[in-house]
């Protein structure tokens, strides 16, 4: 995960490395990152979300599927994407490809980049916030 920490994303390359044994098991993953600023700055809310990512990394972690910015800007509104925290799903709110002023948001969180890391066995894409849980499903 050297990419990562070289990116701005040294405190999610460490998460990673503390989940190892969680992780090493799945074929693929996508994984949502904040910036570590962003961490630092507690998720950019002054809520304390920023500390809670880390917590919380594998509410941010799709378990084995690979999922490339095409692939994801292409899903559909609706569309649940299972995460390692069993039972809670992020949901894709807002579709993408529509340009900046339509942009794809999961979870009503806005996706800034896409595949800041993809080989593999990982796709990497940076969300402005940690994601929320949602108490009832978009329609």
Request: aromatic share 6%; charged share 15%; no cysteine.
């Amino acid at each position: 995960m050297t990419m990562l920490r070289i990116s701005g994303y040294s405190i999610v390359a460490l998460a990673m490395r503390v989940k190892y044994s969680e992780l090493a098991d799945l074929t693929s993953m996508t994984l949502f990152a904040i910036d570590d600023e962003s961490i630092f700055m507690d998720g950019g809310s002054g809520e304390g979300r920023g500390h809670a990512y880390v917590a919380e990394l594998g509410f941010h972690i799709v378990p084995n599927r690979l999922l490339t910015g095409g692939g994801l800007m292409g899903l559909p509104i609706g569309t649940m994407l299972p995460t390692m925290k069993g039972g809670q799903d992020l949901v894709v709110t807002s579709a993408g490809g529509e340009g900046p002023l339509t942009p794809m948001r999961i979870n009503y969180v806005k996706v800034k980049r896409y595949d800041v890391v993809h080989n593999n066995r990982i796709a990497v894409h940076v969300v402005s916030t940690p994601f929320p849980r949602l108490d009832h499903p978009v329609i």
